[in-house]
C-alpha cells in the first residue's frame, strides 16, 4: 500500500483527489454552476475518466455535497478539554472557522438540502444529526439532564448557529462591513448555547 | 360597496375567497401538489374563472404562499400589555398556535422559500424580516440596546423558533408522542428570546 508512487493514484485515491478538487471549486461556486467538464479540465483528466468514478453529473455533484458534510463534520470535532463549557466552545470556534473558510460550500449544502432533493437532504439531516449528537455528548449532557426538550433545544440551537454564521457571512453583512467580528460571532454562540440550555431545566 | 349580495361578490373578494381556499387546502397538503382543477371543483367555479384571477397555476400557488405569509405575519401580532417580555411572550405564544394549525401550510411556505425559487424566496424573507422587526420593536430594543449583534442574535433566535416547533410538530416528533407539550415549546421559546438577548450584553 506505501509503495505506490505519487503519480498512479489508487481508483480510491484518484476518486477523493477529484471529490477534493469538487469541493474546492464550490467552496466560492454554487453547486448547480460546477459543470463536469470545467472539473475534468482543472483534475486534468477526460471527462470519461469522470463519468467513470461517478454516475454523471448529478453524481458528482451528491458526492461533492456530502464530502461537504463529512467534512464540516471533521472539522467540529472537538477537544478533549475536561470542562464541558470548553469542549462545546472549541466546537463553536471550530465551526465557525469552517462556516467562514467554506462560506459558499456550507451554503450550497444547505441549500441543497432545502432545496426537496430528498437525498441532498438526507445528507444534510445526517451531518446535523451527527453534530446534534456530538454537541449532547460533548458537554451539554454534562450540563443538564437529558431530555426530549433539552433535544429540540439543541436542534434549535443549531439552526440559530447556521442562521447567524450565514447572516453574518452573507454578502453586504455585518462581516463584510466589519461591523461584527468573528470572535463576537463565536461568543454569541457560545453564550447562547448555555444559555437556552438553562431554560430546559424547569424553574419549579 | 355595503349592499352587495353574499352570492354576488366582487372580483376583489373572489380572488380572496379564492385563496382562503388555497391556503385551507393546503393547510394539510404540500403546495406543490395543489392542482387548478381541485381548487376549482372546490370552489365551485370553473378551471377558467381561476385563470381569470390568477396567472397560471405557479402564479396560483405563489399567491397561496404569500397569503400564508400574510397570515403568520398577522398572526403573531402582540398584546399592548406595558411589560416588554409580557408582550413578546404573547408573540410567541401567537406564533405557535399559528404553526401549531397550520402545519402543513407553514412547511410548505418554508420549503417554497427554501427551494430556490426567488419570488417565494422573497415572500418568505419578508414575512421574516417583518417578525424581526416586530419582535425587535415589541420588546427587545426596551430590554437591550440596539446593535448588530442583537439584530443577528434576534435573526438566530428565529430560525430557532421555526426548527424547534416544525420539529415538535414533525410526524413522529414529540407533538405526535404527547413528549412535549405545547406550553413546554411557547416556555422554551419565551425563555430562549430572554436568555439569548442576554448574551448580546458584553460581559466586561
Not at 142 to 166: C, F, Y
Given at each position: 500500500m506505501t509503495s505506490r508512487s505519487r503519480v498512479r493514484l489508487s481508483p480510491q485515491e484518484r476518486r477523493e483527489q477529484l471529490l477534493d478538487l469538487g469541493v474546492s471549486m464550490f467552496a466560492h461556486r454554487?453547486?448547480?454552476?460546477?459543470s463536469i467538464d470545467e472539473v475534468a479540465e482543472a483534475a486534468g483528466v477526460s471527462r470519461g475518466l469522470l463519468y467513470h468514478y461517478f454516475p454523471g453529473l448529478q453524481g458528482f455533484r451528491d458526492a461533492v455535497v456530502r464530502r461537504v458534510a463529512e467534512e464540516f463534520v471533521v472539522a467540529t470535532a472537538a477537544s478533549d478539554a475536561p470542562d464541558p463549557m470548553e469542549r462545546l466552545s472549541t466546537t463553536v470556534v471550530n465551526y465557525v472557522d469552517f462556516v467562514d473558510a467554506n462560506h459558499d460550500a456550507y451554503l450550497s449544502l444547505v441549500r441543497a438540502a432545502a432545496g426537496g432533493d430528498p437525498g441532498m437532504k438526507k445528507v444534510y439531516d445526517d451531518a446535523r444529526s451527527a453534530l446534534a449528537e456530538r454537541i449532547l455528548d460533548l458537554g451539554v449532557l454534562d450540563l443538564v439532564p437529558d431530555s426530549e426538550a433539552v433535544r429540540l433545544l439543541v436542534r434549535g440551537w443549531q439552526a440559530l448557529a447556521e442562521e447567524i454564521v450565514l447572516a453574518w457571512k452573507a454578502p453586504g453583512g455585518p462581516d463584510d462591513r466589519n461591523a461584527v467580528s468573528k470572535a463576537d460571532v463565536v461568543a454569541m454562540l457560545t453564550d447562547s448555547i448555555a444559555a437556552i440550555l438553562l431554560t430546559a431545566t424547569p424553574a419549579e
Amino acid at each position: 500500500m506505501t509503495s505506490r508512487s505519487r503519480v498512479r493514484l489508487s481508483p480510491q485515491e484518484r476518486r477523493e483527489q477529484l471529490l477534493d478538487l469538487g469541493v474546492s471549486m464550490f467552496a466560492h461556486r454554487n453547486v448547480e454552476e460546477l459543470s463536469i467538464d470545467e472539473v475534468a479540465e482543472a483534475a486534468g483528466v477526460s471527462r470519461g475518466l469522470l463519468y467513470h468514478y461517478f454516475p454523471g453529473l448529478q453524481g458528482f455533484r451528491d458526492a461533492v455535497v456530502r464530502r461537504v458534510a463529512e467534512e464540516f463534520v471533521v472539522a467540529t470535532a472537538a477537544s478533549d478539554a475536561p470542562d464541558p463549557m470548553e469542549r462545546l466552545s472549541t466546537t463553536v470556534v471550530n465551526y465557525v472557522d469552517f462556516v467562514d473558510a467554506n462560506h459558499d460550500a456550507y451554503l450550497s449544502l444547505v441549500r441543497a438540502a432545502a432545496g426537496g432533493d430528498p437525498g441532498m437532504k438526507k445528507v444534510y439531516d445526517d451531518a446535523r444529526s451527527a453534530l446534534a449528537e456530538r454537541i449532547l455528548d460533548l458537554g451539554v449532557l454534562d450540563l443538564v439532564p437529558d431530555s426530549e426538550a433539552v433535544r429540540l433545544l439543541v436542534r434549535g440551537w443549531q439552526a440559530l448557529a447556521e442562521e447567524i454564521v450565514l447572516a453574518w457571512k452573507a454578502p453586504g453583512g455585518p462581516d463584510d462591513r466589519n461591523a461584527v467580528s468573528k470572535a463576537d460571532v463565536v461568543a454569541m454562540l457560545t453564550d447562547s448555547i448555555a444559555a437556552i440550555l438553562l431554560t430546559a431545566t424547569p424553574a419549579e
